[in-house]
């Protein structure tokens, strides 16, 4: 499942990155998911970690 970050709403708190630091990182501020993990949502650790955002802005889908 894909993985996205949505930037409008990501403020950078950084908890993703805390919680699954092998597929999120803080570019200029803002969360990323990390090159090559961005398909990686079906993994129950990034699902917690969108799960713990607090402002929900990490999104697991099909598409982008
Ligand atoms: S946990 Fe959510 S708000 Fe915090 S950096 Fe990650 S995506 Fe952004």
Redesign the pocket.
């Known amino acids: 499942m894909k993985i996205s970050?949505?930037p409008e709403?990501?403020?950078?708190?950084?908890?993703?990155?805390y919680?699954v630091p092998s597929v999120?990182t803080?570019v200029d501020g803002?969360?990323a998911v990390l090159p090559g993990r961005e398909d990686d949502g079906d993994d129950p650790a990034v699902r917690r970690?969108a799960e713990?955002?607090?402002?929900?802005?990490?999104m697991l889908g099909r598409q982008g």
């Open positions: 970050v949505d709403r990501c403020y950078g708190s950084g908890d993703c990155v919680r999120f803080v803002f969360g970690a713990g955002c607090p402002s929900q802005a990490i």
